[in-house]
């Protein structure tokens, strides 16, 4: 049987995240390894999906036992020199993002970004930047990019408004947590214990 087009779309977005983890510089994910494991606390900080991203992120790093909060929660402190803000971004310049970013660096901070585009405002001050899917075109209005390339059967970017970048950080922030488990020599038990239990 045939498969279905909604299957090749997840091969075609596998391979597509397969070839940008090949592009991965090494030395950024080492420097962003090295700025999880030397915080004091890690905050996490993005808008709309790339947001939802970053909360799964630090799910997963209070998992590790690590202490971690999302901005904006009810329950997150006040951050402090010692702490580290990672910023999940695409275009590394959203200006709600890029503002909360540069007071973290006022009040000491350090900031690690997650974008695919390292020559930003965010870029420009952060600490470390692991840089994802840096070889995407530039479009001015990626929804209609989107449809005309669905409808001429091209699929150069066949996923809408950043998708990629968003499902690629994801696969990226789980890849981390994996390599930290190895580091900390934490096991699936460690883990298990932490796990949410009223939900």
């Given at each position: 049987m045939e498969k279905h087009?909604?299957?090749?779309?997840?091969?075609?977005?596998?391979?597509?995240?397969?070839?940008i983890a090949d592009m991965i510089a090494d030395a950024?994910?080492?420097?962003?390894?090295?700025?999880?494991?030397?915080?004091?606390?890690?905050?996490?900080?993005?808008?709309?999906?790339?947001?939802?991203?970053?909360?799964?992120?630090?799910?997963?790093?209070m998992h590790l036992g690590l202490h971690s909060y999302v901005v904006g929660e009810t329950v997150t402190p006040a951050m402090g020199e010692g702490d580290v803000l990672v910023v999940f971004s695409g275009s590394g310049k959203t200006k709600t993002v890029a503002e909360l970013a540069e007071t973290?660096?006022?009040?000491?901070?350090?900031?690690?970004?997650?974008?695919?585009?390292?020559?930003?405002?965010?870029?420009?001050?952060?600490?470390?930047?692991v840089e994802i899917e840096s070889h995407r075109d530039e479009v001015?209005?990626?929804?209609?990019?989107?449809?005309v390339r669905q409808m001429m059967g091209q699929h150069?970017?066949?996923a809408p408004l950043?998708?990629?970048?968003?499902?690629?950080?994801?696969?990226?922030?789980?890849?981390i947590v994996s390599r930290l488990m190895e580091i900390t020599e934490t096991n699936v038990e460690d883990l298990k214990c932490r796990h949410a239990n009223i939900e």
């Open positions: 087009v909604v299957q090749d779309m997840m091969g075609l977005m596998a391979s597509k995240i397969a070839s950024e994910v080492e420097s962003f390894l090295q700025e999880l494991l030397c915080a004091k606390r890690i905050y996490v900080l993005g808008a709309g999906r790339s947001g939802l991203v970053a909360k799964a992120f630090a799910m997963r790093l973290v660096k006022e009040i000491g901070g350090r900031v690690c970004l997650i974008t695919s585009n390292s020559d930003s405002r965010i870029g420009k001050i952060a600490d470390c930047a001015k209005d990626e929804s209609a990019e989107f449809e150069k970017s066949f950043g998708t990629i970048f968003e499902t690629t950080s994801m696969v990226f922030a789980d890849a």
